[in-house]
């Protein structure tokens, strides 16, 4: 019987317990997995099967989605580089040779794993899922718990479907209130994680709650998990509501019809009990969230626009005022320096973080009728989203502001397939990652909202989306 049974349980925890198929003396369980998503860094694991002589246990719980190296300029061409070339075959490969479903390259459906899942109805309330990839934890938005893994794991989930994992503790983050025009999902997250740090959540599986969470479309739920991982969670969950129905609803790969209707009883019960405990609880006043822009190489190196990089010298902890020096010294910036004087080289709209059809709508809303002063790249999710959005005009936005529209794809966000930031310059970017060297060799990445990469991208430096906001949404 599990610990939890018999007393008030959170979602985390009715999860959890649904998918246990074991569990050893020291506490760990082993959990069956309901969607093993693999990508091109999977060939190592591949490769373990292949010395073992094994075969992928479950290929019909398994999809392949090729999306690090894939290229987003002329996608129609054969891909130049050896190196990126070789990546995107070996999955190809690697897929057609268990019988795994690939949205590959000429898929229609092809983009990055975090957003093909959701956006295809792979991702359901109340599934374990996994991929060799930390920022997994963003199909929690619909209540699955959802969580990265590394090489090894991969190749045990490919033997196996299952999984051993020691239970995290729980945390919940609640956020009440309601947020202030021009405030979002991402704004949320940065804030939360400037707060708490960059471990903040460290061991902890989060439960995001409160009325502002409740408010958020399941894009902005997406964004949210997403960033779990950064400020140190295994993952990111959200309780199915009728909003998560109406999104999964008439997905291709969701069920349907009267399984639609009793699934849906079971989604919904999969909300935290009243008086379920967690370990840790935080709670933030959403009305106190401007828009948040990173100013370091972490990113709970973050602070509102309207204010400045710290002062080393003013902290503390002296092991935090020396990632501050350190940080300060790779970005360029001086301490005290306001946010809003450091200008930009070039921005990118992009990542599994912020590139759904609602961040580029964000993003077009501040350029429609402007001018970027900086060059920039904007890369939708899936291709489906880049459809959807030229359908609604959107590249034509991008484009005439002076920005690059291109194929979906990681894209710079983590820069394999070749888009990447020159060394020393700045890049105003959606994406989720602001560490040293992440979007190229000696890139220096301020991570914001899409619609403050827009601002920046009209400024020159970073700026404040508000203004620019006004009259349009």
């Avoid at 069956?32 to 099967?49: N, P």
């Avoid at 964004?223 to 969670?233: P, Q, R, V, W």
């Avoid at 991570?447 to 601002?455: D, K």
């Amino acid at each position: 019987m599990s610990p939890s049974a018999g007393r008030p349980r959170t979602l985390f925890e009715k999860v959890w317990d649904q998918h246990v198929v074991a569990t050893r003396g020291d506490g760990t369980s082993l959990l069956f997995i309901d969607r093993h998503f693999v990508h091109e860094g999977s060939h190592h694991a591949f490769g373990k099967l292949a010395e073992k002589g094994l075969a992928v246990a479950r290929p019909d719980l398994t999809f392949g989605v090729a999306d690090h190296y894939v290229p987003t300029r002329r996608r129609e061409a054969a891909i130049a580089d050896e190196g990126v070339r070789s990546m995107v075959e070996k999955l190809s490969a690697n897929t057609r040779a268990h019988g795994i479903l690939l949205f590959g390259l000429d898929d229609p459906r092809q983009g990055i794993v975090h957003v093909v899942g959701p956006e295809q109805g792979l991702t359901l309330p109340g599934l374990t899922m996994v991929c060799g990839d930390s920022h997994t934890s963003t199909h929690g938005a619909f209540g699955a718990l959802a969580f990265g893994i590394g090489a090894s794991e991969v190749a045990h989930v490919l033997a196996t479907q299952t999984l051993w994992q020691k239970k995290p503790k729980r945390m919940r983050i609640a956020f009440e209130g309601e947020l202030a025009p021009g405030v979002g999902a991402k704004d949320m997250a940065l804030a939360w994680i400037a707060k708490l740090g960059a471990d903040g959540a460290r061991g902890h599986a989060i439960e995001y709650a409160g009325s502002a969470v409740s408010a958020l479309s399941m894009e902005g739920r997406l964004t949210l998990c997403n960033l779990s991982i950064e400020g140190g969670g295994r993952l990111g969950m959200i309780a199915p509501d009728p909003m998560t129905l109406s999104y999964v609803r008439g997905r291709p790969f969701a069920p349907e019809g009267a399984l639609f209707d009793r699934a849906a009883e079971d989604w919904l019960a999969l909300a935290s009990d009243p008086d379920a405990a967690c370990d840790r609880e935080v709670v933030i006043a959403a009305g106190e969230i401007a828009p948040i822009v990173t100013w370091g190489t972490s990113p709970e190196d973050a602070a509102p626009i309207t204010g400045a990089a710290p002062d080393p010298e003013r902290m503390a902890d002296p092991a935090r005022a020396a990632h501050a020096r350190e940080a300060l010294r790779y970005m360029g910036l001086a301490p005290g320096q306001k946010l809003t004087d450091i200008r930009v080289d070039r921005v990118f709209i992009g990542s599994c973080t912020n590139a759904r059809i609602e961040d580029l709508r964000a993003a077009a809303a501040v350029l429609a009728g402007r001018k970027a002063a900086v060059p920039g790249l904007v890369s939708p999710g899936s291709s489906l989203v880049k459809r959807q959005a030229e359908e609604e005009g959107l590249d034509r936005i991008f484009v005439e502001a002076g920005l690059d529209w291109v194929a979906s794809g990681c894209s710079m966000c983590v820069g394999m397939n070749g888009d990447l930031v020159a060394p020393g310059e700045r890049c105003a970017s959606t994406t989720n990652r602001n560490f040293k060297g992440r979007q190229g060799p000696g890139a220096r990445t301020h991570l914001m909202s899409p619609a403050m990469v827009a601002a920046a991208a009209v400024a020159g430096r970073l700026a404040d989306a508000r203004p620019l906001l006004q009259g349009r949404v």
